[in-house]
């Protein structure tokens, strides 16, 4: 029966090859939302680590998580200096590292830290940042860069770097006269990443000015002990000078994800019916031939064939057909992965692992397999049907 249903495909090779495709769009779709579900929740969960709470202006939870952590959007206000200092004097507070955005570099984000970011930051479990080439910055103009940003604009070590206002890919208001000069390039880590009118300084006098800064847009704390993770964050909620706000990346990150669970499962459920589609298109096809393959049937029925082997026949072209579909729409799978994956890091900042399948993608498979043969049934049956009352009678 193996052996005839391939010939059987052979000779209807267009429907055959159309079914086929379909299929396999079906299966890459479905197969790629998954992919691309996953990694995202992943590459989100692994930008931070071991930071108890994040502090900003008083705004939401994710708004706060977006901006502060993931670059994505603009703070509602900064904070002011004296205000951080008073803050990281609390006794609970291990450390702190502030940052300041608002700044850009041809489209990407400049964020201005001290070293503390190196001692302190994690990321993926607890992995520290890493330096590919070169060293942390040290003077005022020096600049680390990551790994995809180096890449993307091919920079290296000592070139020199001109930051701009906003946050846009075009700025009117560039710093050209104070260039910065790149020091270090991060190792990867597969997350998420002009002068005043009437007024000039040059860079020499800048150094030697008071550069202590008037305020930051947030900053990440490491407390003691976690247990004070609610008396810090209600205490810098409470603060009287100024109106901030302290969150917990855990948890708000949680309400990230229940923000946009509606949309995932909402996309999920369209691959799901795009599957469907796909399957449909199967057994329309296959429906579609019976009558013309009922004398091919009776044929079979003359030289010894019995209905059960008709039937089988016919699920097992299903059954095949399911099977390249799923082959083909995973290979479609890895190679629009392998093509667009630069695109996507450098677009939306997101890392999709080009990795084998997961234990849950192969059940997604294997699910739509047992679909196909199901589907497979019904024309079997009919033909089933048709084997009974035809025998050796030929309709003309």
């Known amino acids: 029966m ?3 249903a391939i010939k059987s495909m052979r000779n209807r090779k267009f429907t055959t090859i159309l079914t086929v495709v379909s299929i396999a769009l079906s299966v890459t779709l479905l ?4 992919r691309i579900r996953k ?3 992943q590459s989100f969960a692994n930008t931070i680590s071991g930071t108890d709470l994040i502090v900003g202006a008083r705004s939401g939870p994710v708004q706060l998580l977006l901006y502060a952590v993931f670059r994505i959007g603009n ?3 900064n904070i002011s200096w004296k205000s951080y200092q008073e803050i990281v004097r609390n006794p609970n507070i291990k450390w702190t590292i502030p940052i300041s955005l608002g700044d850009s570099h041809k489209g990407y984000r400049v964020m201005g830290t001290n070293t503390d970011y190196f001692k302190f930051f994690r990321f993926a479990g607890g992995r520290p940042l890493e330096m590919a080439d070169g060293k942390m910055f040290e003077g005022v103009f020096d600049a680390v860069l990551g790994a995809e940003v180096a890449k993307t ?3 290296r070590i000592a070139d020199p770097i001109i930051i ?3 946050a846009g890919e075009v700025s009117l208001i560039k710093h050209d006269d104070k260039p910065f000069k790149v020091v270090g390039i991060l190792k990867r880590t597969g997350t998420p990443g002009a002068p005043i009118p009437g007024y000039s300084i040059s860079s020499d006098q800048l150094v030697n000015m008071d550069l202590t800064p008037r305020a930051i847009t947030a900053f990440f704390v490491g407390l003691k002990s976690r247990i004070a993770a609610f008396s810090v964050q209600r205490f810098v909620n409470e603060y009287p000078p100024e109106p901030l706000l302290a969150i917990l990346p855990g948890v708000a990150l949680q309400e990230l994800w229940d923000l946009i669970g509606v949309a995932e499962k909402a996309l999920f459920a369209v691959s799901g019916f795009v599957v469907v589609v796909g399957l449909s298109g199967m057994l329309i096809a296959l429906m579609t031939s019976l009558n ?5 049937m009776a044929i079979l029925r003359s030289v010894g064939a019995r209905p059960l082997h008709v039937f089988s026949l016919i699920v097992g072209e299903s059954a095949m057909l399911t099977f390249l579909g799923i082959i083909t729409g ?9 093509v667009s994956q630069p695109l996507i890091i450098t677009r939306f900042g997101l890392f999709i692992a080009i990795g084998g399948l997961s234990t849950y993608e192969v059940i997604l498979m294997g699910i739509v397999f047992l679909a196909g043969c199901l589907i497979g049934m019904i024309p079997g049956y009919q033909i089933y049907r048709y084997s009974l009352a035809d025998g050796m009678t030929i309709r003309i």
Do not use: C, P, S
Request: glycine share 16%.
């Open 2 to 4: 193996f052996g005839l």
């Open 31 to 34: 197969l790629g939302v998954e």
């Open 39 to 41: 990694e995202t929740r």
């Open 75 to 77: 703070a509602t206000n």
């Open 153 to 155: 604009l091919d920079y």
């Open 164 to 166: 701009a206002h906003g």
């Open 292 to 296: 013309e393959r009922r004398r091919e």
């Open 330 to 338: 995973v290979g479609l799978l890895y190679g629009l992965l392998f």
